[in-house]
């Protein structure tokens, strides 16, 4: 009896379990997001995850592709005049655009990026592509191009409208890409920017908290509809890689962001390097000089060096001098270059 009894328990736990998802937890604390996931930007190692194959409403993490589209199309100085058509339907957040306006591409995407201005997005989205339809068309094969499978963009700005939805894991994927472009991370990373609409200079502010909260933190994008409630996409510098961060229908984001950020530190291994060289030298009193460059970082992955060096150098050589660089990848994606140096004076003979 007491064998049937604890049988019957235990199913009575599983069906409970199957009925309520397990809550997510970091570090043994409490996640408020909905869905959630953290990865690694070099290699997409994904170090957590919680509901991140959700499709949902993604609010303003939409405007990550309109302005990498934006700065992809290398147009971002030329001058955008706004029309009636491109703020037809523009609410919520705005850099308060008129019809008539001048404004350049750049501007546009700091509008849109730092202000998070859907008049900002929809400009973009005419200037590119003519209408929104069209620009939901680019946004979409680039989506494809990156691997964003469960994703569907209607609008540049991520307002809820014609079902705009992604996921958490696109998300992130779309935040790696995001991550290696360094024009679109100098905007994101901006506390304020002043922008120049028809001669009149005006200063946008950023909405991300986490700017604040630790220089590591080098943007991304903060949203918010009614319908995908907050949501929050961070880029996190750890000593030479990058983790990416998002949160859907998050209630406490800015602490999801910076426990999930923790917690998945321990996940990275130390990488040091101290390598020496040996360089034919012609001219010197020595016929080979000793060189070399090190670095330290974290990782996961795979960690490749690409070495670039003339096969001699000419004396005379001072300690220091660059010889060459070395360029580091991880699962071969750039991450950083360093220089090669001399390591001892060679005087010419």
Known sequence: MRVIFLFKRLCLILCFALAFPNVAYAEGYELSASSAIIMDAHTNTVFFEKNSDIKRAVASTTKVMTCLLAVE????????????????????????????????????????????????????????????????????????????????????SGLDKGNNHSTAFDIALLASEAAMNDVLMKIASMKSADITISGKRQTVYNHNKLLSVSENFIGLKTGFTKKAGRCLLSVYQYKGSLIVCVTLGAPNDWQDHKRLVNYSKKCYKDINQNK??????????????????????????????????????????????????????????????????????????
């Open 73 to 156: 199309s290398k147009e971002l100085e030329k001058t955008v005049e706004i029309t009636d058509e491109m703020l037809v339907g523009c609410e919520g957040s705005l850099i308060y655009l008129k019809a008539g306006d001048r404004i350049t591409l750049y501007d546009l995407v700091c509008g849109a990026m730092i202000a998070s201005g859907n008049d900002a997005a929809n400009a973009i989205a005419y200037y590119l592509a003519g209408n929104q339809q069209n620009f939901a068309i680019m946004m979409n094969n680039r989506a494809k191009a990156i691997g964003m499978k469960s994703t569907k963009f209607v609008t540049p």
């Open 276 to 349: 020496r060289l040996k360089i034919n030298t012609v001219g010197g009193m020595k016929s080979l000089l000793s060189c070399g460059y090190s670095y330290s970082l974290k990782a996961v992955g795979k960690t490749t060096v690409k070495e670039y060096y003339y096969p001699f150098v000419y004396a005379p050589v001072r300690t220091g001098d660059v010889i060459g660089r070395a360029d580091i990848y991880i699962n071969q994606r750039y991450v950083k270059s360093i220089d090669i140096t001399a390591k001892e004076d060679i005087k010419d003979g």
